[in-house]
């Protein structure tokens, strides 16, 4: 369901350490997944994706890594900075995106300098 | 490159008017998506637009919204007789033509509608 009226979960780290935002995802035949960063007052950006055939997927700094038995995505930052603070949102769909994207409730990450 | 542009950025009107926000995907971008957000929110999906064809709607209100992607212009959601409960921020965001795989959105800077 939809949660209304709820603060965002927080998880705060020191800089320098690792960060672990998770995300479960209802949707069993959801295909392609996304990771979005939005800043305060600003529009969401694109971090990192993959597809269902993948488990895990590598950028710079980030990780993302996906379970479908249990439906669950993870997004690994590694030596976390003051500006990766911001509101991160995992997102899915079908059919290797040919839909709209359905996005999940979203983390705030705040880093302690 | 510009990127996806929206106008205005922030937008006050009174109950009972009519507001409209426009969205100019980015430049070779055929496919407009138009999201709406609430405070300490998630993003949710409205209206899945090509030029001048509404390709999925199921987020749309029944009532007072519409979206058009003219062939000529901006995408432009239209928000009728505006209620309080209207008051959110308006994203838009593009992508290219979705033939070639992953559908990466690319999110403009948002509209801001304020309802008094």
């Given at each position: 369901g939809e949660s209304v009226g709820l603060h965002l979960p927080t998880l705060s780290v020191q800089e320098g350490d690792n960060s672990i935002i998770n995300c479960a995802y209802s949707n069993s035949a959801s295909d392609y997944f996304i990771w979005y960063k939005q800043e305060s007052g600003k529009g969401p950006q694109f971090i990192i994706d993959i597809r269902s055939n993948m488990d895990k997927r590598q950028g710079q700094r980030v990780t993302v890594l996906l379970n479908k038995t249990v439906k669950h995505l993870s997004l690994q930052i590694a030596a976390t900075q003051p500006g990766d603070s911001a509101v991160y949102f995992c997102a899915e769909s079908m059919d290797t995106g040919r839909r709209a994207l359905t996005f999940g409730s979203g983390t705030r990450l705040q880093v302690q300098p | 490159n510009a990127g996806v542009m929206q106008n205005p950025r922030h937008l006050v009107r009174r109950r009972g008017q009519e507001a409209r926000l426009r969205c100019s995907p980015m430049k070779g971008h055929s496919h407009v998506y138009w999201y709406r957000q609430l405070p300490e929110e998630g993003l949710k999906f409205m209206v899945y637009l090509q030029k001048e064809n509404?390709?999925?709607?199921?987020?749309?209100?029944?009532?007072?919204f519409s979206a058009e992607f003219p062939k000529e212009g901006p995408s432009i959601l239209r928000i009728q007789q505006v209620v309080r409960g209207d008051s959110a921020a308006y994203f838009c965001a593009s992508s290219p033509s979705v033939s070639s795989g992953a559908n990466v959105l690319t999110f403009g800077a948002g509209s801001r509608l304020t309802v008094l």
């Open positions: - | 509404i390709i999925d709607e199921s987020g749309m209100p029944k009532e007072r």
